[in-house]
């Protein structure tokens, strides 16, 4: 499954990159802007005395790559990637602490056109995947400082508590905090159409207006292909996101199977660098069964012609050996038998 989904990004021209699972905790943490500093797995290397830490997540470690080894190459880059991550806390639905993430990441550019691209790319993988039903919400990360610092004014203090009511949608506690300028933003979540036609009431807003327009183009790009919805406010995973984050979801999976957005790489010479980019959590659709092609294992009995089973391998088939004459093929999860050059079906035992 991670595979296809990485040979379906790749197609897009994104070339793979393989960081390590651990990296020095330095190198891991302040490379995106705006990033918190994250819960994480940590160790001690006894030999260089340095913190070594677990990724929780690989962008940041595309992001070094990027800034880094292929600072020199042309942009936008497009780099791609897939592994095991380690979370420090886990959710109720996904309880395991180690998960597969696989991505992409467009380096350079953070423009809507970028979007459209990202997103697409995330869409083709996961149909590839044989996932259906999708639906993408989208969200503002960063739109409620923007506003802040803005057409509608907070001070610092009340910008924090501001949010953290926004955070949880908590409409009573928002407007006896003074931010009933920030309800009708809470209240416009929903089916895109509906959600931006109410944004559009806000008038004046400028920063706004602008966003829905992008989102307006980002909509128009997948309408009919995929559900589509917006939460100007929502943030929940949208740590280092920019201007736009979005979730994946899709029927009959439980929770989100992928998210993105843009973002802002720094380097070390203090430059900053934009970027977009999206990661699929592989897990829930393994759990869900989906990808699995149809069996081409084939038991090759002892003493049959290894050629043969070289030519199967050839084209594709698995072959599993016999080291005796007791050897079962059912045993060895075998729907097919090699007799003489060909497989033949093994009808399965009742
Ligand atoms: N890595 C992020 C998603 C992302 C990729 N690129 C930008 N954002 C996550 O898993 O939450």
């Not at 501001?162 to 009933?180: H, I, M, N, P, S």
């Amino acid at each position: 499954m991670l595979h296809r989904v990485i040979v379906a990004i790749g197609r897009n021209g994104y070339e793979r990159v393989a960081p390590p699972l651990a990296e020095f905790e330095d190198e891991l943490v302040g490379r995106l802007k705006s990033a918190r500093a994250q819960d994480l797995l940590r160790v001690v290397d006894p030999i260089s005395q340095r913190t070594l830490a677990l990724r929780p997540d690989i962008t940041a470690q595309a992001g070094r790559i990027a800034a880094t080894r292929m600072a020199h190459r042309p942009r936008p880059l497009r780099l791609a990637y897939g592994g095991p991550i380690l979370k420090l806390k886990t959710t109720q639905l996904r309880p395991e602490r180690e998960l597969i993430q696989a991505g992409a990441e467009l380096i350079g550019s953070d423009s809507v056109t970028a979007a459209i691209e990202v997103l697409g790319v995330a869409i083709e993988a996961l149909e590839t995947a044989g996932v259906t039903g999708i639906t993408v919400d989208l969200t503002l990360p960063d739109l409620i400082e923007t506003l802040a610092a803005g057409p509608m004014p907070l001070t610092p203090a009340r910008l924090e508590r501001v949010r953290e009511r926004l955070d949880a949608k908590d409409v009573g506690a928002l407007a006896a905090l003074d931010g009933q300028d920030y309800l009708p933003l809470v209240a416009a979540a929903g089916p895109i159409d509906r959600a931006v036609a109410r944004l559009r009431l806000l008038d004046g807003v400028a920063p706004l207006a602008e966003r829905l327009d992008a989102v307006e183009r980002i909509a128009a790009a997948f309408a009919g292909r995929v559900g589509l919805t917006l939460d100007p406010t929502e943030r929940h995973g949208f740590e280092y996101q920019s201007w736009i984050g979005f979730s994946l979801f899709a029927d009959g999976l439980s929770g989100e199977i992928g998210r993105g957005g843009s973002y802002t790489i720094l380097h070390a010479d203090g430059r900053e660098e934009p970027a977009m980019g999206f990661s699929l959590y592989i897990d829930p659709l393994v759990d869900a069964g989906l990808g699995q092609e149809p069996s081409r294992r084939v038991f090759v009995p002892a003493g049959s012609d290894p050629a043969a089973a070289a030519a199967l391998r050839a084209e594709g088939w698995t072959t599993i050996a016999a080291l005796g004459e007791s050897d079962d093929p059912a045993a060895a999860n075998c729907a097919f038998i090699l007799r003489g050059t060909t497989p033949e079906p093994l009808q399965p035992s009742s």
